[in-house]
């Protein structure tokens, strides 16, 4: 089976032997050009969709590594998203390959596009060509039989469009939350959805966070920000596994589960039932409009998310994690950089002498990461695919995003300079792992 890795835009390379351009091996620039042209204003309105939507989460590129540059990969999937992406980086590359009104329209798209820039794209990672090709045919040659892509009819569409009227309850709550910047693309992307689903449609568990529905819609009966703050408990709650789908399964669990609720998460309403304010989220009434975008989202400026929560207990690493809060990752680049691989290693000497583990403080930071992840998959508290991150950065040649290896060299080699864009993506990796550990 393909490894599914993230794979920042900057390290793909467009296909130069794909089938829509005539000239192979023609150089990357020279690609782009001919894939803009050949698309037109079609590439104008694929690079809308992204700056207003994001990527396409149910169609994942496929890719290859490059030979001799294994941290490079070719887009064998998935060349116009990547030359939407280009064009978003960089409007000027597309000068003589599109029209100007298309180039205006992509250079003020570009300046949104600045705000909120994709910094990683989940890729499965084939072998080669030979791997790939079944799957890129299948997508590309019609219905096959009922094995390929099968389109809908007018009907189809009618009743979708008539059926998906307003997003279900979990979906509001989570637009809310993406909405203020409470909860980013990636942590939204690991949160358990039929368990907030089941949560989210249970009148003891709405009662208690604020919120009710009128006519489908979410409603809130308190002050925003208390509301988020109770819906985010909630988030972290599921999305760390500290309550697991077998706790809520029943309509008992959930309640039971509503009067567990910390007393400073609890919302006592101001407003009466029926007079609640309308959450503001991504739904029906506003998929016609761009989504606006927050500078808060993804190009953040702190190493540690604002919505992820760590049950650090007072001492040193508490105050370390307080500080990765604080340190602005544009201002004291290097300064985070140390300090995250020294609180990745104290963390992980913290959850070892807490654990009965083979390991010691004396083993390698590698050896250490690597025993921990697996303690906490055997603890069902990281997944196989939450693991993989971990696994990934303790082997002895990796220096992909996370690695043990890069992190040392930020500490020992004043010739390796970390980047910003780096560490969020190292962060963003590590984070289910981080959190696991402190939520034992």
């Known amino acids: 089976m393909p490894e599914t890795i993230p794979i920042g835009p900057a390290d793909l390379l467009i296909d130069e032997q794909n089938p829509r351009i005539s000239e192979p091996n023609a150089g990357q620039h020279k690609a782009l050009q001919v894939l803009a042209e050949h698309l037109g204003t079609k590439l104008q309105t694929l690079a809308a969709d992204i700056v207003s939507n994001g990527l396409d989460p149910s169609n994942m590129p496929i890719v290859m590594s490059v030979a001799g540059t294994p941290l490079r990969y070719v887009v064998l999937e998935g060349n116009r998203r990547l030359a939407a992406l280009r064009a978003l980086e960089n409007p000027e590359s597309l000068v003589g390959a599109v029209s100007s009104q298309v180039l205006k329209q992509i250079r003020a798209l570009s300046r949104s596009y600045q705000d909120n820039p994709v910094e990683t794209i989940p890729c499965a990672v084939m072998n080669n060509r030979e791997e790939a090709r079944h799957w890129i045919e299948l997508r590309h040659t019609g219905e096959n039989a009922g094995a390929g892509i099968v389109p809908w009819g007018s009907d189809e569409a009618a009743r979708f469009r008539a059926r998906t009227g307003a997003p279900e309850i979990h979906s509001q709550a989570l637009d809310f939350l993406q909405r203020r910047g409470d909860l980013s693309p990636d942590v939204r992307r690991n949160v358990p959805a039929t368990s907030l689903k089941r949560l989210m449609e249970t009148p003891d568990v709405r009662a208690k966070l604020g919120v009710e529905l009128q006519k489908g819609m979410l409603h809130l009966l308190a002050d925003e920000s208390r509301i988020a703050k109770a819906l985010m408990y909630v988030v972290n ?77 007072s001492g040193r690493i508490n105050d370390m ?120």
């Open 321 to 440: 994690e307080d500080e990765l809060r604080k340190l602005s990752l544009e201002d004291h680049t290097n300064a985070v950089s140390v300090l995250f691989r020294v609180f990745i290693e104290l963390s992980v000497d913290a959850y070892i002498n807490g654990h009965t583990l083979s390991l010691t403080e004396n083993n390698s930071l590698r050896k250490k990461m690597d025993g921990v992840a697996a303690d906490l998959q055997a603890r069902q508290k990281l997944t196989p695919q939450q693991a993989k991150p971990v696994k990934r950065a303790c082997q002895n040649d990796s220096f992909l995003a996370p690695s043990v290896l890069l992190m040392h060299q930020y500490v020992h080699n004043q010739y390796v300079f970390p980047a910003p864009s780096d560490l969020r993506a190292n962060w963003d990796s590590l984070q289910p792992f981080i959190a696991a550990m402190w939520t034992t």
């Open 237 to 313: 709650d599921l999305v760390t596994k500290k309550t697991k789908v077998g706790q809520i399964y029943t309509k008992g669990q959930r309640q039971e589960y509503a009067e567990k609720l910390p007393a400073d998460i609890v919302v006592t309403p101001t407003v009466k039932s029926g007079q609640g304010k309308a959450a503001e989220t991504t739904g029906a009434g506003d998929r016609a409009k761009p989504r606006k975008t927050k500078k808060t989202g993804r190009k953040r400026d702190k190493l540690i998310p604002k919505d992820c929560v760590l049950n650090i207990p």
